[in-house]
């Protein structure tokens, strides 16, 4: 299995993610608070992926700034926003879904 050996914060951002098979992924803070995955941000969709959930339109500050990343075991990350959301557990797997760009 493929995995980070770089995880960054870059100034435009994102979070970019250097992979030991050389691939990179660079992905867009906002796209990855919107996918964030844990249950009570994406309600049953990953199990019934037609399941829309409802966001509030309302975003509080800190909404989409990462303000720690903590490794979770040697398969994921726990991302804590600055609105203090933090049962996001992003998995290897997972960030390569949101975006991943093969080494030429
Ligand atoms: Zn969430």
């Not at 844990?38 to 019934?48: A, T, Y």
Request: glycine fraction near 8%; aromatic fraction near 10%.
């Amino acid at each position: 299995m493929d995995k980070p050996v770089k995880i960054k914060k870059t100034e435009s951002q994102s979070l970019e993610i250097t992979w030991k098979n050389g691939g990179t992924s660079d992905i867009k803070l906002q796209k990855l608070r919107d996918e964030c995955p844990c249950v009570h941000c994406q309600g049953e969709s990953v199990i019934l992926k037609s399941y829309i959930p409802i966001k509030a339109p309302f975003k509080p500050a800190g909404f989409y700034e990462i303000k720690e990343i903590k490794p979770v075991g040697n398969y994921a990350v726990q991302i804590i926003w600055g609105d203090n959301h933090d049962t996001g557990i992003y998995s290897w797997d997972y960030l390569q879904e949101l975006g991943y760009n093969q080494e030429k």
